[in-house]
């Protein structure tokens, strides 16, 4: 996620959009060290000057990161799905089962992101664009 920020992708493509696997991985729970901690790049290198990329982006670096779409394949991590929704918004989290890790014997993760997205503590709305809005908005599909 970050090549693709500092790379300044999304200014030259501003319509791209990009799902990110497992609720966005570290970014969410990290956001201190993504903002304000990458604020301080090129600050403490030598060899060059990385801070001139912050200085070329045409947002603020932490205003892309939020720009991404995030699945909800967690492993069963509750917390890690709490922490998209309030990292990406209701907008951009979007259900994903992870297929095909539901092996018979083995954890359920398919079964356990269900039974987390059904007992999350938000409205019927934003549990409808978590299972099914969201993509359908996203990917243009008509239902």
Avoid: C
């Avoid at 979007?94 to 890790?101: E, K, T, Y």
């Avoid at 409808?128 to 996203?138: F, I, S, T, W």
């Amino acid at each position: 996620m970050a090549r693709m920020v500092f790379s300044k992708m999304f200014d030259k493509f501003p319509d791209l959009k990009v799902i990110t696997h497992h609720a966005g991985g570290m970014v969410p729970f990290f956001e201190g060290r993504v903002g304000p901690g990458w604020d301080q790049l090129g600050k403490r290198t030598t060899d060059r000057d990385l801070g001139k990329i912050l200085k070329e982006l045409k947002r603020p670096h932490l205003a892309y990161f939020r720009d991404f779409y995030a699945d909800t394949a967690t492993f069963g991590s509750r917390r890690a799905i709490e922490h998209a929704i309030e990292f990406f918004g209701e907008d951009r989290v979007l259900f994903a089962s992870d297929a095909p890790f539901d092996p018979e014997g083995g954890p359920m993760y398919i079964r356990e992101t269900i039974k987390i997205l059904d007992t999350l503590d938000v409205s019927d709305e934003v549990r409808r664009k978590l299972y099914q809005d969201n993509a359908v908005k996203l990917l243009g599909l008509k239902i």
